[in-house]
């Protein structure tokens, strides 16, 4: 009997947070995964969506670096096709941009920035050849200045403005190109950036990361070019954000990152 073969997908940062919440998904769907993450904790996440009676790869890598995405790379080529990809892992650093070390702002750059170029160039003709769907997990922060964690919503512009640019010069390819932007998120985020002090460390208003991978994942299987990930406030946000004046939604996104008097652990 001929074997079924199952759609692969890969997630990076699927270990966790929203990243993880789109496995599942990608999963119950019947996709089998790949998913990567820096720690360790990347295999206890695949322990988990193997319940979904998936094959499932866990790759511990550093994005950041050369080395880390050549791993992610070389790990997609050996499974031998690629169907969704899911261009997730990013991280912010709050604070006052000067009280920063500037290898700190470049480490998230090649994060954010770099390690999507990278998986991009290396990854989209494997997707051509399937006709596949490439999700790029960008964030409300695309649309507007990000005082005190000043180089995070640029690199967020850029993987939105990449993705649009690529969407229109690969239409005829098969291949669809989906832009999620999600709004504050209730995962490990912004605590992993420091910003416990600011208002993005109370969890009480942010959103559920299981509702917003499923608004990306329905936007993903439609072929959607770009949807914002959140409630009806965020999705008002979203709105105001293309009528505000950038100084306006400056002040406004500086309330929300300012840390207290107590600083940040950033320094
Ligand atoms: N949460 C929000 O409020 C929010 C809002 C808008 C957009 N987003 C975007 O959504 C995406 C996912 O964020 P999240 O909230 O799910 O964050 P999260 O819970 O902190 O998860 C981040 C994921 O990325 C991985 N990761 C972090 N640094 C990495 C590195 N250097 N190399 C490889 N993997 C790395 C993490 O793996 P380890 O834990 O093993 O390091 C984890 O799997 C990010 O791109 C973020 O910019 C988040």
């Known amino acids: ?12 940062g699927g270990s966790a947070g929203i990243g993880f919440e789109i496995a599942k998904l ?7 995964l790949i998913i990567t993450g820096s720690s360790a ?15 499932v790869i866990a790759v511990q890598s550093d994005l950041s ?16 096709r690629v169907d969704v990809v899911v261009l997730n892992a990013g991280i912010a650093i709050g ?12 480490q998230l750059l090649e994060l954010n920035i770099t390690s999507t170029v990278r998986l991009c160039h ?7 050849e399937t006709r596949g769907k490439l999700l790029l997990v960008s964030s409300l922060s695309a649309t507007t200045p990000t005082p005190f964690e000043s180089v995070y919503g640029p690199s967020k512009a850029f993987m939105t403005s990449f993705g649009h640019g690529l969407r229109e010069e690969l239409k005829d390819t098969g291949i669809t190109v989906t832009i ?47 949807v914002i990930g959140g409630d ?36």
Do not use: C
């Open 180 to 226: 999620l932007h999600p709004g504050a998120t209730a995962t490990n985020f912004h605590g992993r950036a420091g910003m416990g002090s600011t208002r993005f460390g109370d969890y009480s208003w942010k959103n559920d990361p299981a509702l917003v991978a499923r608004q990306g994942v329905e936007a993903l299987r439609a072929g959607v070019t770009s």
């Open 1 to 12: 009997m001929d074997e079924i073969v199952k759609p692969r997908a890969l997630i990076t």
């Open 122 to 128: 290396a990854l989209l003709s494997k997707l051509i």
């Open 41 to 55: 904790r990347v295999q206890d996440a695949a322990e988990t969506l193997r319940t979904h009676e998936v094959d």
């Open 95 to 106: 604070g006052a941009f000067l009280d920063i070390a500037l290898e700190r702002h470049l």
């Open 26 to 32: 990608l999963a119950e769907d019947g996709h089998d």
């Open 65 to 80: 670096t050369e080395e880390g995405v050549r791993d992610v790379v070389d790990t997609v080529r050996k499974a031998g």
């Open 232 to 267: 009806a406030a965020t999705q008002e946000a979203g709105a105001e954000h293309k009528i505000l004046s950038e100084e306006e939604k400056a002040r406004r996104h500086a309330v929300l990152a300012r840390p207290d008097q107590k600083g940040t652990d950033n320094a």
